[in-house]
């Protein structure tokens, strides 16, 4: 697949993830590079475990793509939940 082709994947699988996860986007830039992040670790998973590889801009690239861009988000805020959450400094012992 060309570039383009990972990028639009990318912008699918992204925007997808972004819904089912929170049911709202992150930005279109960070919802493309998801989405890239996740197409990738999902096409590894999913051949890591015996399906077939994402060769071309089809349903089963953008659910592979998705499952993987949803995996990717989950661990996205997750990190992003323990970064932001106030730290307890002992004031007030």
Do not use: C
Not at 58 to 68: F, I
């Amino acid at each position: 697949m060309s570039i383009l082709s990972w990028i639009l994947l990318g912008l699918i699988a992204g925007f997808l993830g972004s819904k089912i996860v929170n049911r709202r986007g992150e930005g279109i830039f960070l919802d493309i590079v998801l989405g890239i992040v996740g197409a990738v670790a999902g096409g590894y998973l999913f051949s890591f475990f015996g399906a077939g590889r994402v060769t071309a801009l089809n349903l089963y690239g953008v659910l592979v793509a998705t499952a993987g861009a949803v995996l990717v988000l989950f661990v996205y805020h997750g990190i992003r939940r323990i970064m932001l959450q106030p730290r307890l400094t002992g004031v007030g012992k």
